[in-house]
């Protein structure tokens, strides 16, 4: 290798004259694939001398003591000389080979070691054993010394035995007596002797010299032993314990417990409650003859043999004690007291109902309402000028919402009938007359707009009485005034009979309890999340209270009133906004405190998998079902489409609105509804199924808008229910296509048949009804069986082409596509007309 080889490549030289450092680079690769260079320099050791002179030569080592019996080491190999030409490379794997080598033949080494001191360790016990053994056989022979004469010896050690047994055996004249004339002491077996100087080891050496003093060393004699760990002696202890406990007390009496048994229960769950093994429980039932496991369901009455073979009691219980049912829970009269009017408005579309409420509250809510309509219900609360409070529902008018106005008059305790004084009754009239006759509220009829020209308030009486509404202006029972919301005349009338009204029903409230509640309205805020308007019927409700509303559970994290002010507890009668739902419950629950978030849990638990059985039921299939829903699969064309709407209440009307426009032959099918903005799993439910989305009042969010434009999926937005419903009914009504109507133009009897070129057949007619013309539709019967479906190709009278031959007159035709023609055959000639279908 050249001087230009060995510079290390550290980015500078080494110093000094000579050269001191060889440097390489190897190469690592590891496991994961990376690969990395290293750099390895090689140092040579410097002597520094003073000038002139000579290199001192090294010392040579003395010479290690021989040991007595102990064989010469095995000679260390000598290293061998590096190959000349050796890379970096080659030099590390040459270097790791040389270094494993050396450890195994040093690992070789000691293992023989070992095995020689062993062997030594083994002979030196049995000359020692000899040794005593001649020893005690001397003193035995030896006849006892005068107990004045006779020094007291101390006992011999092992080394001091090692010493004097040479010295006894050699002389022939009796030595001083040694021993003490007592018997000997039993002396342990030799392989258990221990040395007694501290400094000598079993072979006779320097215990300090023989290895490294540790803590370990210093402190255990038993060196060799393996001492037991602190856990080990932990579990001796408390085996120990458990055994003089378990000696010492008696055995205790079986607990019996009262275990609680639906009406389906697992093996597992039953041996849980019962604080039993499960293995025993399958046992149990082995022995009855039912081969089941402890994931298996059993019924009532195989749990209750089982807890009574166990020695329990049991309490049956039905799925339905699980919820919550408030139906006889009745409060104490002492306990009641006076609570605010809940009133209803209700009407027809743009009788004016949202305005007489913001003329009562001074607010102007009409001015924000998308189509001048109300679409929500509303819920709010005024103070009157003397001081009462009452609290106000409004109701929309259009016929979409009937559940909104049903759910409406159910809560409510007075209703508020609005009718238009230059409109009359109308039909959402009707149905709120109706709604409040089922829910068995007093009504007040309010006729608005007095302001107009066109103003009859006595024609509006005279019409209440053809659905059996006498006002008292017409010696009946049903109040009336007539108002006007943009000037004001009549609020204050309305106000005091409202109030009378109230008077006479006495509403009260158990304000001391847990609160129950009627969910006037739901929706799911991007910020606050699942949101609820909800109605106090009783009790109060607070922050924190944890609450169940249909098959969602939550807790009371805060509480807005309808000006968004936010309030700790909200009495009987007040209308709040609920924060800290799980999930958006369905308008019209009710929302019940309970006393524990398990609970809670249980309920909504228990009332889900209720709605999902009700859901997912089929009827019972039959021969009949099955050709039905066959036939119906072949004609009916489905519309499908996924709707979202910002509150429960609209997707509700909107799908029931969507249903009432379908009929037997196209059909709305909803794949998904709900709450909220519109999501990336609506955009994909919409493009799988190549349907539209719906959004009313909603609009999609930034990843949803992302796969709008990758999918191309169709997206409809609405502010007004009857622009969604106009724009569905035409849209369905395209894909339906136009409908066909047939006019039957004449008839005419075949007399004869001619062929016509090489293939068609002309048929010589006689022309009974109407005329024939060219390029009309035509079907071909026989005895009344239709035989081909054509069309008139060609039509002559005497050799010549005419378009039209009349009744009683000779012609003839060919057909298209068809030969299949006989004398006494009849033509139908016939002209299809497309109209544009509506639904």
Request: glycine fraction near 8%; proline fraction near 7%.
């Given at each position: 290798m050249?001087d ?7 980015g500078?030289?080494p110093?000094?004259l000579?050269?001191s ?11 994961h694939?990376?690969?990395n260079?290293v750099v390895?320099e090689?140092k040579?050791?410097k002597l520094?001398r003073?000038p002139?002179?000579a290199p001192?030569a090294a010392?040579?080592?003395p010479p290690?003591p021989a040991?007595?019996?102990?064989p010469a ?5 000598k290293k061998p000389a590096?190959?000349a030409?050796?890379?970096?490379q080659?030099r590390?794997a ?12 040093m690992?070789e080494e000691?293992?023989?070691r070992?095995?020689e ?5 083994l002979?030196e016990?049995?000359?020692?054993a000899?040794q005593?053994?001649?020893?005690e056989?001397?003193?035995?022979a030896?006849?006892p010394?005068e107990?004045e ?10 080394a001091?035995?090692e010493e004097?047994?040479p010295?006894?055996?050699?002389t ?8 003490t004339p007592v018997?000997a002491p ?8 221990k040395?007694?100087?501290?400094t000598?080891?079993?072979k ?6 023989s290895?490294k003093?540790?803590v370990?060393?210093?402190?255990n004699?038993d060196e ?8 080990a ?7 120990e314990?458990?055994a003089h ?7 205790r009496e079986k607990q019996?417990r009262?275990?609680v048994?639906?009406e ?8 849980n409650?019962?604080a ?5 429980l399958?046992?149990a ?6 081969m ?22 049991i ?6 004690d699980?919820d919550?049912?408030t139906?006889?829970d009745?409060d104490a009269?002492e306990?009641?007291?006076?609570r605010?009017p809940?009133?209803t408005?209700?009407?027809?579309v743009?009788h ?5 409420l ?6 102007d809510?009409v001015?924000?309402?998308?189509g001048?309509?109300?679409?929500h219900i509303?819920?709010y ?9 009452v ?10 919402f009937?559940e909104?106005?049903m759910?409406g008059?159910?809560?409510?305790d007075i209703?508020?009938l609005?009718v238009?004084?230059d409109?009359g ?14 829910a ?13 020209n066109?103003y ?7 019409r209440?009485l053809?659905h059996e509404?006498?006002?008292?202006a ?15 005349a009549?609020?204050?009338?309305l106000?005091?009979?409202i ?7 006495e509403?009260k409230?158990?304000p001391?309890?847990?609160a129950?509640a009627?969910?006037?309205e739901?929706?799911?805020?991007k910020?606050k999340?699942p ?12 922050v ?12 009371v ?6 000006k968004g002010?936010q309030?700790k ?5 007040l ?11 369905m308008?019209?629950d ?8 398990a609970?809670a849990?249980?309920v909504a638990?228990?009332r889900?998998?209720k709605a ?13 079902n099955?050709f039905?829903a066959l036939s ?10 996924v709707?979202k709407?910002?509150?429960q209440?609209?997707?509700?009307a909107?799908?029931n609105a ?7 032959e ?5 794949l998904?509804?709900?709450v909220?903005a519109i999501?990336?799993?609506?955009v994909?439910l919409?493009?799988?199924s ?7 009042n909603?609009r999609?969010n930034?990843?949803?808008r992302?796969?709008v434009?990758r ?6 937005y609405?502010?007004v229910i ?9 849209e ?7 409908e066909r ?8 009897e075949?007399?004869e ?5 090489k ?11 109407g005329g024939i013309?060219?390029?009309l539709?035509?079907r071909l019967?026989?005895?009344?069986v239709?035989?081909?479906k054509t069309?008139i ?6 050799k ?5 031959v009349?009744?009683?007159l000779e012609?003839g035709?060919?057909?298209q ?8 055959d009849m033509l139908?000639v ?7 279908r509506t639904l």
């Amino acid at each position: 290798m050249s001087d230009s080889d060995n510079k290390p490549t550290l980015g500078r030289k080494p110093l000094g004259l000579k050269k001191s450092v060889e440097a390489g680079e190897v190469k690592q690769t590891f496991s994961h694939g990376r690969t990395n260079k290293v750099v390895v320099e090689v140092k040579s050791r410097k002597l520094i001398r003073k000038p002139g002179e000579a290199p001192v030569a090294a010392p040579p080592p003395p010479p290690p003591p021989a040991p007595v019996a102990a064989p010469a080491p095995a000679p260390v190999p000598k290293k061998p000389a590096a190959p000349a030409g050796e890379t970096p490379q080659e030099r590390v794997a040459r270097l790791q080979r040389e270094a494993e080598e050396a450890r195994l033949a040093m690992l070789e080494e000691q293992t023989r070691r070992e095995q020689e001191e062993r062997q030594r360790a083994l002979e030196e016990e049995r000359r020692r054993a000899e040794q005593n053994r001649k020893a005690e056989a001397e003193a035995a022979a030896v006849p006892p010394p005068e107990p004045e004469s006779a020094p007291e010896a101390p006992e011999a050690d092992d080394a001091g035995s090692e010493e004097e047994a040479p010295r006894t055996a050699g002389t022939a004249a009796p030595a001083p007596r040694r021993f003490t004339p007592v018997a000997a002491p039993k002396r342990p077996e030799p392989a258990a002797k221990k040395p007694a100087h501290p400094t000598r080891d079993r072979k006779g050496g320097d215990e300090r010299r023989s290895g490294k003093l540790t803590v370990t060393r210093a402190l255990n004699e038993d060196e060799g032993a393996r001492a037991r760990s602190l856990a080990a002696l932990k579990r001796a202890r408390e085996k120990e314990k458990r055994a003089h406990f378990a000696g010492q007390s008696a055995p205790r009496e079986k607990q019996v417990r009262d275990v609680v048994v639906p009406e389906a229960i697992t093996v597992q769950e039953l041996a849980n409650r019962m604080a039993e093994k499960g293995a025993d429980l399958v046992k149990a039932l082995f022995k009855m003859g039912m081969m089941v496991t402890v994931n298996q369901t059993i019924d009532q009455d195989t749990a209750e043999l089982l807890v009574e073979e166990f020695g329990h009691n049991i309490q049956r219980v039905s799925e339905s004690d699980v919820d919550i049912d408030t139906t006889g829970d009745v409060d104490a009269p002492e306990t009641l007291k006076a609570r605010p009017p809940v009133v209803t408005i209700m009407g027809h579309v743009d009788h004016g109902k949202t305005s007489l409420l913001d003329a009562l509250r001074g607010t102007d809510v009409v001015r924000g309402e998308a189509g001048g309509i109300t679409q929500h219900i509303g819920a709010y609360q005024i103070k009157t000028k003397g001081g009462d409070l009452v609290t106000f529902l409004d109701t929309p008018g259009h016929e979409a919402f009937t559940e909104m106005r049903m759910r409406g008059a159910n809560v409510t305790d007075i209703v508020v009938l609005v009718v238009a004084g230059d409109d009359g009754i109308m039909p959402q009239t009707i149905e709120a007359i109706n709604h409040t006759k089922a829910a068995g509220v007093p009504m007040i009829v309010a006729i608005t707009k007095a302001d107009r020209n066109e103003y009859n308030a006595q024609k509006i009486r005279e019409r209440l009485l053809e659905h059996e509404i006498v006002v008292e202006a017409m010696s009946g029972d049903v109040q009336d005034v007539e108002v006007s919301a943009k000037t004001g005349a009549g609020l204050d009338t309305l106000i005091e009979k409202i109030l009378l009204q109230a008077e006479l029903l006495e509403l009260k409230a158990n304000p001391d309890r847990s609160a129950e509640a009627t969910v006037v309205e739901a929706k799911l805020d991007k910020g606050k999340g699942p949101l609820a308007t909800v109605l106090i019927t009783r009790g109060t409700l607070k922050v924190g209270d944890i609450f169940v509303v249909g098959t969602h559970s939550g807790r009371v994290r805060a509480m807005l009133d309808d000006k968004g002010r936010q309030i700790k507890e909200a009495p009987p009668a007040l209308p709040v906004e609920v924060l800290g739902l799980g999930g958006v419950p369905m308008a019209g629950d009710v929302l019940t405190v309970v006393e524990s978030e398990a609970r809670a849990r249980e309920v909504a638990a228990f009332r889900q998998e209720k709605a999902t059985a009700k859901r997912t039921t089929t009827a019972p299939s039959s021969l009949e079902n099955m050709f039905s829903a066959l036939s119906a699969k072949q004609t009916v064309i489905e519309y499908p489409v996924v709707v979202k709407a910002d509150v429960q209440g609209s997707v509700e009307a909107i799908v029931n609105a969507l249903n009432k426009i379908s009929n037997d032959e196209i059909k709305v099918k909803i794949l998904q509804s709900g709450v909220g903005a519109i999501t990336e799993s609506d955009v994909n439910l919409a493009a799988a199924s190549n349907a539209p989305v719906i959004g009313f009042n909603v609009r999609p969010n930034a990843k949803a808008r992302e796969l709008v434009d990758r999918n191309k999926t169709r997206m409809k937005y609405f502010d007004v229910i009857y622009h969604l419903t106009d724009d569905i009914a035409k849209e369905m009504a395209g894909i339906w296509g136009p409908e066909r109507i047939e006019h039957v133009v004449g008839r005419a009897e075949v007399k004869e048949v001619f062929p016509a070129g090489k293939r068609d057949k002309a048929a010589g007619l006689l022309v009974l009804e109407g005329g024939i013309k060219k390029g009309l539709f035509a079907r071909l019967t026989r005895q009344d069986v239709i035989v081909s479906k054509t069309v008139i190709a060609s039509l002559r009278r005497f050799k010549d082409d005419v378009p039209e031959v009349r009744a009683g007159l000779e012609c003839g035709v060919v057909l298209q596509d068809t030969n299949d023609i006989k004398p006494g055959d009849m033509l139908e000639v016939f002209e299809v007309e497309e109209r544009e279908r509506t639904l």
